[in-house]
């Protein structure tokens, strides 16, 4: 009857560097939070997400950060990875206070997102200790 399209957030470009799958983990962070940004000023009890509307804007830009160390395989890419792990984790359990699916699904990508930072960034240490 209906076909159903999956939506998907791969690059085109993914073949040509190893990292793609951590910077693509980055931008769909950096998407979700802010379509984050944009509704919950619109939710009821928006005095109660103050914080959680601070992280959001936190969490979007520090991705972005990351995303550009990753792709430019930055010698600090270690340290970025852990901060990045670290706010991602923080904006997660923000989301988590609120019960809404959009709520929800925030923090779900966020924890993929600290994921793979945490990933990026013990993966570049151990290639540095094998120098």
Sequence with gaps: MFKIMKKTTTSHIQNSNPNQISI?????????????????????????????????????????????????????????CDEGATICEHCATKCDMFQNQHSQTCANICRQCASECRSMGYMNNLSNKNW
């Design 24 to 80: 693509d983990s980055c931008i769909k962070c950096i998407q979700m939070s802010q379509e984050r940004l944009t509704m919950c000023p619109q939710e009821l009890g928006v005095k109660d997400r103050i914080d959680c509307i601070k992280t959001l804007q936190d969490c979007s830009e520090f991705c972005i950060i990351v995303a550009s160390y990753i792709n430019s395989s930055s010698e600090s890419i270690e340290k970025i």
